[in-house]
């Protein structure tokens, strides 16, 4: 089985910290996704990865960066929290060919105070 | 730009009677169409996708789905609903050449006994 893990499920932090979110990929996929979940509004993207060091901004950039530097592993990175960015984020990860669905962790829900 | 519309927040319907969650599209291209479905404090579980052929595809959990091109929609039905049915699902469609996918907004389904 596919497994997509998330380094915490609750994360509480204060306004202007600086949060590290991991996800880590078992399957050797290519491509890896972070979203941000909010009620009403669905999952929104907010960067993708589709190989090492590379990186591509999704719908939602902004307050966020990301860092792969190796296959299995992708960090979200929001350089000062501030407290719009209290959510659920999900990791997310694929193969590069066309048809193959993504595959989520269990999400982190971050608390910014 | 490709887009996904849940018009339905809640469906609430009763044990063992049929259930449908709705949806529509729009990509610019050929469309790969997802359903997901998302326990309480859970990351979301694939369930069934159309990508080409037969129009009607079979998923986990006794469920299945529709693809109408003329309407644009992916319905997603299961012939008798289940209490443990009961959780948040979301459809999601990509274009052809696409990483990304596009997420509705969600409809939560309340089973009851």
């Known amino acids: 089985d596919v497994k997509v893990t998330q380094s915490s499920r609750y994360l509480v932090k204060r306004t202007g910290e600086k949060v590290f979110l991991e996800c880590v990929q078992d399957?050797?996929?290519?491509?890896m996704f972070w979203y941000r979940q909010d009620p009403g509004l669905g999952l929104r993207l907010i960067y993708f990865?589709?190989?090492?060091?590379?990186?591509e901004k999704g719908d939602i950039p902004e307050g966020y960066s990301v860092s792969r530097e190796k296959k299995e592993r992708f960090s979200l990175i929001l350089e000062s929290a501030s407290t719009n960015q209290t959510s659920m984020y999900l990791c997310?990860?694929?193969?590069?060919?066309?048809?193959?669905?993504?595959?989520f962790g269990p999400g982190t829900r971050l608390t910014v105070t | 730009a490709q887009s996904v519309a849940q018009p339905e927040d809640q469906v609430n319907v009763a044990e063992g009677n049929p259930l449908t969650v709705k949806c529509t599209y729009s990509?610019?291209?050929?469309?790969?169409l997802f359903w997901y479905v998302q326990y309480p404090n859970r990351g979301l579980q694939f369930l069934l996708k159309?990508?080409?052929?037969?129009?009607l595809v079979k998923g986990s959990y006794g469920f299945e789905a529709e693809f109408n091109k003329s309407q644009t929609s992916f319905h997603l039905k299961k012939p008798s609903a289940l209490v443990s049915d009961s959780a948040l699902y979301f459809c999601?469609?990509?274009?052809?050449?696409?990483?990304?996918?596009?997420f509705g907004a969600g409809t939560t389904v309340t089973v009851r006994a």
């Open positions: 990509v610019s291209g050929n469309p790969y």
């Open positions: 999601a469609v990509r274009d052809w050449n696409d990483y990304k996918l596009s």
């Open positions: 159309y990508i080409t052929g037969d129009n």
């Open positions: 997310a990860s694929s193969h590069s060919r066309e048809t193959y669905e993504q595959y």
């Open positions: 399957m050797d996929h290519e491509n």
């Open positions: 990865s589709y190989d090492v060091k590379m990186k």
